[in-house]
């Protein structure tokens, strides 16, 4: 059943006049790049709280040196 989908949107881009496929790519093109902005910002946090959790870690260490 995808497959068919896949075949009927072909068939559809194909017809398409060339501003209307510049448009959708566009509009493609933008959503990727939301969604990897998306990722980006989720790696960020990631990065973030394991470097509270280093430093975390290196004062308790410290704390118990003591």
């Known amino acids: 059943m995808h497959e068919g989908h896949e ?4 068939e ?9 496929r510049k448009e959708i790519a ?8 939301l969604w990897l ?6 790696m960020e946090k990631m990065i973030e ?3 509270k ?3 975390n870690t ?5 704390a118990l040196r003591k």
């Open 37 to 42: 902005e998306a990722k980006i910002a989720e």
């Open 7 to 10: 075949g009927m949107m072909k």
């Open 12 to 20: 559809i881009w194909e017809i398409l006049p060339a501003d209307q």
């Open 49 to 51: 709280l394991k470097r």
């Open 53 to 55: 959790a280093i430093e």
């Open 26 to 33: 566009l509009m493609k093109m933008d959503m990727k790049i």
């Open 58 to 62: 290196k004062k308790v260490q410290a």
